[in-house]
């Protein structure tokens, strides 16, 4: 069986502060894993994934995330927040065809 | 079409009343998703199509809701008689190919179902 787990429905930063929203995963096989983000009041888009090679993997507005096949993790950084920051973040995997979600973060930048 | 396109985009109905979702995916691709996203709750899936596969529906939370797709390509979710539990936005998504190969998963906007 899959499953996605987010640590943290509710994340809150300063601008300027390091941004880190967890994502932990079970998967029989290995996975390919995906981060989305989701703009007040606009579709999910893709942020960065990891299918193979590079475990430090680089996505879209500064944003970055590393897998870690011995913690079964995933987790999303940024070195310095921004206010355009705040929005919902999934993390996702993707195996035998299906996509499977965790349940979201959202995070919060404070000015 | 450019992205995965879903109408209506807001849906307003009355408990007890039949509504129907649609989907028009990515030309070309041949996978398409319905999730649910629900007020505090993370993406919830709901139903799978692969090419003239039989669909995965392992996700549909009852016989209320129904989905098909036709011709490959436009998929339709069906929820019959509303309740209010089932305001949510219902997302749709598509991706190309088989197995399990990274293909990324692309987003419509959703539909927001409000069920009064």
């Known amino acids: 069986a899959q499953s996605v787990t987010q640590l943290g429905s509710h994340v809150s930063v300063s601008e300027g502060a390091l941004v880190l929203l967890r994502c932990n995963y079970s998967s029989s096989v290995p996975p390919y894993l995906f981060w989305y983000v989701q703009y007040p009041n606009q579709g999910l888009q893709l942020l960065l994934k990891y299918t193979t090679g590079a475990t430090l993997v680089k996505g879209i507005n500064g944003f970055e995330a590393e897998f870690k096949k011995s913690e079964t993790s995933f987790h999303l950084t940024k070195p310095s927040a921004h206010m355009s920051d705040a929005a919902e973040y999934f993390c996702?995997?993707?195996?035998?065809?299906?996509?499977?979600f965790g349940s979201g973060t959202k995070l919060n930048v404070k000015p | 079409g450019a992205g995965v396109s879903q109408s209506p985009s807001n849906k307003v109905t009355e408990k007890g009343k039949d509504v129907e979702l649609r989907c028009d995916p990515i030309s070309g691709h041949t996978a398409l998703y319905w999730y649910r996203q629900s007020l505090g709750q993370g993406l919830e899936f709901l139903i799978y199509f692969q090419g003239n596969s039989a669909p995965d529906k392992s996700g549909l939370p009852s016989d209320r809701f129904s989905a098909e797709r036709t011709g490959g390509s436009v998929s339709t979710l069906t929820i019959q008689r509303t309740q209010q539990e089932d305001s949510a936005v219902y997302l749709c998504?598509?991706?190309?190919?088989?197995?399990?190969?990274?293909?990324?998963?692309?987003f419509g906007e959703g539909s927001w179902l409000t069920v009064v």
């Open positions: 998504a598509s991706s190309l190919g088989l197995g399990a190969t990274g293909n990324t998963i692309y």
């Open positions: 996702g995997v993707h195996n035998f065809n299906k996509f499977y």
